[in-house]
């Protein structure tokens, strides 16, 4: 998964929960967002496992169609 930032294209970097821009010396948080509505899901954790669920009528998501989206912190 490469997630660019949103102000120079830059491919961001992973950190431990978010992500950086180094060129731009910027923080982002990655929010998960529905493939199909383009919405933000609702994060379920439980027993190590994360799941995705779309409040708007699209289920639970698989996590290689969950759409990250780099938000400024």
Known sequence: MEV????????????DSDA????????????PRCPDCHKPLEVLKACGAVDYFCQNGHGLISKKRVEFVPVAN
């Open 4 to 15: 660019k930032c949103p102000v120079c294209e830059t491919p961001l970097q992973q950190t």
């Open 20 to 31: 950086r821009c180094e060129t731009c010396q910027q923080d982002y948080r990655l929010e």
